[in-house]
């Protein structure tokens, strides 16, 4: 959607009244009986604009005319103090759910967003989950160290990331023979912005790594004496990243069950001019005003 226009001579801040559409009804008892039609308010909000400049009022008024006056929304930024969220809530995992909707904390009252303006920053947890989807690592650089009582086998290694929220898909496949009282022993791959660990899948057999451990990106992993150990296996898909439409996230995997989602970064109100006119007066040579023009929230 288009965003309403910022122009030289727009009076902020701009005029604000919530808007409940409810039922209040008073017996013959004298009881009054009341129910709300919303789960949320809306919002009439009115600007100003003393002074318009030519090329100004002719952006506003083209503006409202692509708009076909009230018929088209538009995301209308309201300004300091009603644009922007810092570490606000907006949603608990379950494990299952992944498509959250971003809310505003204002005053106590919570309600949506119309809409994210520009990216979001988005923690689970507290950690940042970033957006684009991680890359899974390099192959794996193996070696072994002397330790336990084994046999001489062949391992076989993939490893993965893990970022605040999901984990890559498994690195190509590394092997090495390890002789026998020896241990295998597998480097940490190299950072990448958004991991915050990376993952060992081993086994003795090609194609069938399972999860040995998870580890802090720069720590190496080196396998127990008691040798490996049979967890997970390779992670289907890569559920690392999320995407957002207006104001909905959708993640790529579900966050984790009690994981804290919360967000900073700067919305929209989604909007329609509240009437199909709007008076604009001259009252100098290229110079305009309008005394005001009423916009409406809805959902």
């Not at 727009?10 to 005029?15: A, D, I, S």
């Not at 809530?89 to 106590?108: C, I, K, M, P, W």
């Amino acid at each position: 959607m288009n965003v309403f226009p910022t122009v030289t001579g727009y009076v902020w801040p701009p005029t604000l009244a919530p808007v409940w559409n409810a039922q209040v009804q008073k017996t013959q008892t004298g009881r009054i009986v009341a129910a709300t039609y919303q789960q949320y308010p809306l919002y009439k909000f009115t600007v100003k604009f003393d002074v318009l400049a030519q090329s100004d009022y002719q952006t506003l008024l083209a503006f409202f005319n692509q708009q076909q006056g009230n018929v088209i929304p538009f995301w209308f930024d309201a300004g300091p103090g009603q644009d922007t969220v810092s570490v606000q809530a907006f949603g608990t995992g379950n494990g299952v759910t992944t498509a959250f909707t971003l809310l505003r904390s204002y005053g106590g009252f919570v309600e949506p967003v119309g809409s994210a303006n520009g990216t979001p920053t988005i923690y689970v947890n507290g950690i940042e989950e970033y957006p684009t989807p991680l890359t899974s690592p390099g192959t794996p650089s193996l070696s072994q160290v002397a330790g336990g009582t084994m046999a001489a086998r062949t391992n076989y290694v993939r490893t993965t990331y893990s970022s605040a929220n999901g984990e890559t898909l498994g690195s190509t496949q590394a092997s090495i023979a390890i002789s026998a009282d020896n241990l295998l022993h597998v480097a940490s791959p190299s950072a990448q912005t958004g991991a915050v660990s990376w993952n060992v899948y081993a086994s003795t057999t090609s194609g069938a790594e399972v999860r040995q451990s998870g580890q802090a990106i720069g720590t190496a992993w080196t396998e127990p004496t008691t040798g490996l150990v049979d967890l997970n296996p390779l992670p289907a898909a890569n559920t690392t990243g999320w995407s957002i439409s207006a104001a909905l996230v959708t993640f790529n995997g579900p966050p984790a069950n009690a994981a804290a989602l919360t967000w900073t970064g700067a919305y929209y109100f989604q909007c329609r001019f509240a009437k199909g006119t709007v008076d604009f007066e001259q009252f100098m040579y290229q110079l305009y005003k309008t005394k005001s023009v009423s916009l409406e929230t809805y959902w």
